[in-house]
DNA sequence: CGGGTCTTTGATTAGGTTCAATAAGAGTGG
DNA sequence: CCACTCTTATTGAACCTAATCAAAGACCCG
């Protein structure tokens, strides 16, 4: 299972060749320059973060002083639809999500893929290939990205330098074990529209974090995609975002999302009837018409409905 | 949210008081001896144990040559029923689990209590806390236990002095998020009987690990906590364990737990209709009942259904 | 413009929850 | 030891939420 090469056909091929990667091994802990840069590629934006750097991003203070300029992270970026990793390949990086949007997903016992996550800026991605030294999951870029690149060889060599990186290192993958854990609870427990809202309510916050607007944005994502994460068809979805439009709690045109009443967001559980009225009427109306009792009225019903 | 300190009533009060703790901080590195013991507490069994034991109970190969005896870890015992630590509490300690059976909650917002997993020999606890520096998630004993400490400051100490222990912690923290992203995926796309299905394996496969059968053993938990654990009612898990009975792949009887189909059990996704079959020909009457094409049976029918 | 994917909305159905009643243990105290 | 209670488990019936099936509209991109 662990094994698996992905043969599945997807839209966009990783375009970093795997030699990049080769050179990992075998070189000093501590080094500066850890791989040469293959030469024209993503000269773009900035190519290299510094601890400070990272741990902002991570939003992580780090106890002690830091080994400030010393260490240096390798930047990469993805296009949109490009895959970081996939299941089953040989685990070596760790990437911090600089910028852009991604998807994590798990390929069930039958081909369907179960999105597991949405990393986004200052989220670390790869840590589930550590224990078993083969990637469990599967990475893709949803937008264009901005990678941080932390080899892990490297990250535990310097952390016998570097103490404070394993520190860090804990803390990281503790928040990550606490937000699935919260999604457990979540996918346990709550009905699909609480989901939606909770979903939403967490995008709102995210994005306000990195200093985006949390009362507008938008959806990076598919229906599909949402239903996936939060084990809802794409209908539901739709249908709880149209609900939640209907009553004004936020205001939905196509993935552009805006949030009127999050602190209603935060406390719901289940939709008041008065948005499932409509449904509620017409499922009266057709109980109705299967009851006739006898009379006009009732076939006219009948009529105005099944027609 | 997090710093709720669990006002609930519970049946047991942690017997430990947190005087045990208090001597944590401020002694050195490496220390062989971390905690007095309290007088005349726990004698019974094994008070210690050094890092093989450890590394083995939690099947992590430790590269490199180990720290030998040097180290040494508490144990510590826990009645039925007792909480290891609850919700909100200072995090401190990390626990592996020698012997016995554990749940791990959370409280969600109105008091509900959702099962995270059962932990069981071999399994680290408290992970959650390293991040916010309190416990995310709430302990519970399900059986008498036989935990081992493992004081987080002591460990990040000690890891400095044998950068082996790190390697270790990240293997097992990779390990729990990758076995809950496994869960996320279950509870995000498969049928109540294929949860049930799985639960049983995995408890099996658990089980068969520590030496005992996997054909045949005794549930710790009720019905209620694995409907939360998987995201269903307690009536849904018990009907879906008859259901298993009735058709052969399982034998229930109360906690007692036969593996009759194992390979059944891996490739279920639905139930045939074969059992539920009883349910269907119930439904068909109604159906015909309700639908007689004119009659004083109608009449009837309404009354019953109306009042 | 046309073909694709994505989204919305409707109608129907099925799986699981809820409510309710009964039964079986386990523990307690007389 | 038995009656009493409390928790746990089983089973039935009705209801309801969300899935499924289906069709049409919106958007995007070549």
Redesign the interface.
């Known amino acids: 299972m662990l094994t698996t090469q992905t043969p599945e056909i997807r839209p966009f091929k990783v375009t970093i060749p795997s030699s990049f990667y080769a050179e990992a091994a075998g070189s000093a802990p501590g080094a500066t320059v850890w791989y040469p840069l293959e030469a024209g590629r993503q000269r773009q934006g900035r190519l290299w973060s510094n601890l400070k750097e990272v741990c902002d991003l991570l939003q992580i203070s780090l106890a002690g002083p830091m080994a400030a300029d010393e260490l240096l992270f390798q930047h990469v970026r993805f296009k949109t639809g490009q895959r970081i990793h996939t299941i089953g390949q040989p685990f070596d990086t760790l990437y911090i999500v600089k910028s852009g949007f991604l998807k994590t997903i798990?390929i069930?016992d039958f081909g369907?893929e179960?999105?597991?996550s949405f990393p986004m800026q200052g989220d670390l991605l790869g840590?589930?290939?550590?224990?078993?030294k083969h990637y469990?999951?599967e990475a893709v870029a949803l937008s264009d990205c901005d990678l941080i690149l932390l080899p892990f060889n490297k990250l535990?060599a310097l952390?016998?330098v570097h103490?404070e990186l394993?520190?860090l290192?804990?803390?990281?993958?503790?928040?990550?074990?606490?937000r699935?854990?919260?999604?457990?609870?979540m996918?346990?427990?709550l009905s699909a529209e609480a989901r939606v809202a909770r979903f939403l309510l967490s995008l709102a916050e995210r994005f306000a974090h990195m200093g985006y607007s949390s009362k507008l944005f938008n959806l990076r994502m598919t229906r599909h995609e949402i239903g996936?994460?939060?084990?809802l068809t794409l209908e539901t979805v739709s249908r709880t975002l149209s609900a939640f439009n209907e009553i004004g709690l936020i205001s939905v045109d196509q993935r552009t999302i805006g949030i009127n009443d999050p602190a209603a967001l935060k406390t719901l559980r289940r939709l008041p009837p008065s948005c499932s009225r409509a449904k509620q009427l017409a499922a009266a109306k057709l109980k109705a018409a299967?009851?006739p009792?006898g009379g006009d009225l009732d076939s006219e019903i009948k009529l105005s409905v099944l027609i």
């Open positions: 798990l069930d369907g179960q999105v597991l840590v589930d290939g550590i224990h078993t469990s999951s535990t952390g016998r103490p394993d520190s290192m804990y803390g990281v993958m503790s928040r990550e074990l606490a699935e854990q919260a999604m457990i609870g996918l346990g427990a996936s994460y939060l084990g299967r009851e009792a």
